[in-house]
């Protein structure tokens, strides 16, 4: 039967020769722990909440910090943790107007799953990946591309997490108060 039929032949040589030539991607970010709770890039919760940076003022672990470490797998210097919190900050407030405006025009009876991907679909057109492979830009550099859509898309997130929110819990009262 068809759906048997290997689609590649992989081998530990080609996993460290860095997958060339496969059509596949390794990304190990979680898994569950010896002692039985999930764990992410090795560490557990327990062991996360301990050493990555806290929300200014709590006990609580930032969540900048959380995707620091679920991109990067390292405890963020203080210098880097600030600097990424100042970046997400950024992207966050450079969502185009016109994906807000969709965002905060959606139905509030609209489910949320579905207005947030519809917020994602709209802003597509504003990938920065999809803006070089128009312009040409060279194969060995669109992960740069891919890397500043994700951080992108990171960022905007949060943005159309709360706005929904906001919008269907609170009538879209306080939508625009500062992060």
């Known amino acids: 039967a068809k759906s048997t039929k290997p689609v590649q032949t992989m081998t530990v040589g080609n996993v460290v020769g860095g997958l060339r030539g496969l059509p596949c991607m390794l990304w190990e970010i979680s898994g569950t722990a010896p002692t039985g709770e999930l764990a992410y890039h090795g560490k557990n919760l327990v062991e996360?909440?301990?050493?990555l940076p806290k929300?200014?003022?709590?006990?609580?672990?930032?969540?900048?910090?959380?995707?620091w470490w679920l991109y990067t797998a390292t405890v963020p210097t203080v210098e880097q943790f600030n600097a990424f919190v100042?970046?997400?900050?950024?992207?966050?407030e450079n969502v185009p107007k016109d994906v807000i405006q969709?965002?905060?025009?959606?139905?509030?009876?609209?489910d949320?799953?579905?207005?947030?991907?519809?917020?994602f679909t709209a802003y597509g057109p504003h990938s920065k990946f999809l803006a070089a492979l128009a312009k040409g830009a060279h194969k060995k550099d669109l992960w740069k591309y891919a890397l500043e859509d994700t951080l992108d898309?990171?960022?905007?997130?949060?943005?159309?997490?709360?706005?929904?929110?906001?919008?269907?819990?609170?009538?879209?009262?306080g939508r625009d108060a500062p992060l």
């Not at 969709?102 to 609209?110: I, K, N, Q």
């Not at 949320?112 to 917020?119: D, G, I, V």
């Not at 898309?153 to 009262?173: C, E, L």
Request: glycine letters at 4%.
């Open 55 to 67: 929300w200014p003022g709590t006990q609580q672990i930032s969540p900048e910090a959380m995707i």
């Open 48 to 51: 996360l909440d301990r050493d």
């Open 86 to 92: 100042a970046d997400m900050r950024r992207r966050w």
């Open 102 to 110: 969709l965002c905060d025009s959606l139905p509030t009876t609209m």
């Open 153 to 173: 898309s990171t960022a905007a997130s949060v943005m159309f997490s709360s706005r929904i929110y906001i919008n269907k819990v609170h009538g879209g009262k």
């Open 112 to 119: 949320a799953n579905t207005q947030l991907a519809t917020c």
